[in-house]
């Protein structure tokens, strides 16, 4: 599969496990330039790196902390110099119905899920502009 990204930068986060460790993979595979690799797990995620054919950064950091997303955008540009793509595969999936949620439980999910996601895209998209380039956005909900 050639999905074009030969050269570029691109962030992944929940890079460890699961559907961001296997599109981490997959990047590698294509040729990216650069992969940031983003998890609470740092080990892990320098692990997975080395394992890589693609240089790779090891970005380690909480999504429920709004300061996370700015940290991950400033890590990629200080290694690459530019975020050309993001993937954001991290995710929490700690449920509460509505007899036993919390609003703590609430609130967690809503950071990592949704609130980190859209600010992770909103510094990508700003990156992007500063440099002249147009930003796009793609989804797949299949």
Request: proline share 1%.
């Amino acid at each position: 599969m050639n999905m074009g990204l030969e050269g570029k930068v691109v962030i992944v986060t929940g890079a460890v496990s699961g559907i961001g460790a296997a599109i981490a993979r997959l990047l590698a595979e294509e040729g990216v330039g650069g992969l940031v690799m983003v998890d609470r797990d740092g080990e892990g995620a320098r692990r997975l790196a080395a394992a890589l054919s693609v240089e790779a950064a090891v970005v380690q950091a909480d999504l429920a902390y709004i300061t996370a997303t700015e940290v991950i955008a400033a890590g990629a540009r200080a290694h690459f110099g530019r975020i050309d793509g993001l993937v954001n595969a991290a995710g929490l999936t700690t449920r509460g119905s509505f007899v036993t949620g919390t609003p703590a439980v609430w609130d967690q999910l809503c950071a990592v899920n949704a609130r980190a996601a859209f600010f992770l895209m909103q510094s990508v998209i700003a990156d992007m502009q500063g440099r002249g380039r147009r930003a796009r956005s793609s989804t797949s909900c299949r």
